[in-house]
């Protein structure tokens, strides 16, 4: 099926059947929210779990790695932690949502969420939102590239410009199961930026679902470092804590 009618299908079952909560699937009265209230709660809890490096809330938590750093990030937002153990938990649901289903109100939810939390961290007015794209053959499985609607939503939330960077390469493999080092080096090698790509002088704002070991982060932000940009963060939605 061609992306356009994948989209166009998608846009009528949306039409068809409202939008339900992406954790428990009850019916959501209105789609502001990606939640019903029962599991909207135990999501605003979760934000406040405490990062396992600062100890302050994940909401508030700004940690990042050794990785991130010697790529030139020093600061990443987050929404809540990550943790795959909590399964059935509604962060977990919305990810996995929002990586399968093209739901609008799921990704206007975690924009709002993700810009909120990064304008917590600083002021971020004169920079331009990116993303970490996705593999190519999940965007070809899917239809869409998740990331990179959650950046445009983004961007919109924070009044900032959103660019393309980077692009993959086709059969780059897939992060999961691999080790730290591995992971590294599949990012690095798969992650490149777009032909013409200048950053000298700018700041950005990298997008991404899931921070685990920062290597598809660090990747991007290496790229943008080599171009000469000024600052860059990121901002995810769950993190490692
Ligand atoms: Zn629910
Ligand atoms: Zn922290």
């Not at 998608?10 to 019916?27: E, I, T």
């Amino acid at each position: 099926m061609s992306n356009i009618m994948k989209k166009a299908l998608a846009k009528l079952l949306d039409g068809l059947f409202p939008p339900r909560c992406a954790c428990c699937g009850a019916l959501l009265s209105s789609s502001v929210s990606a939640f019903c209230p029962d599991c909207y709660r135990e999501f605003a809890a979760a934000r406040l779990l405490p990062c396992r490096h600062c100890g302050k809330e994940m909401m508030h938590c700004t940690c990042c790695n050794d990785t991130l750093v010697a790529s030139g990030i020093y600061r990443v937002a987050k929404v809540c932690p990550y943790y795959p153990e909590r399964e059935g938990s509604p962060e977990l649901g919305l990810i996995f949502a929002m990586k399968r289903r093209n739901v609008k109100a799921y990704f206007r939810f975690a924009a709002r969420e993700m810009a909120a939390s990064a304008k917590r961290v600083g002021d971020i007015s004169g920079f331009t939102v990116t993303y970490v794209p996705r593999r190519p053959e999940s965007v070809s499985r899917y239809g869409f590239d998740h990331a990179r609607m959650l950046a445009r939503m983004i961007a919109e939330e924070l009044d900032l410009p959103f660019e393309e960077t980077f692009y993959r390469f086709r059969n780059a493999k897939e992060q999961k199961g691999l080790t730290r080092k591995e992971r590294r080096k599949n990012a690095s090698s798969t992650i490149l930026p777009l032909n013409g790509l200048t950053a000298t002088g700018k700041c950005y704002l990298i997008c991404d679902d899931i921070l685990t070991t920062g290597s598809s982060l660090s990747s991007c932000a290496s790229i943008l470092t080599a171009l000469g940009a000024t600052e860059i963060r990121g901002v995810v939605f769950a993190a490692r804590g």
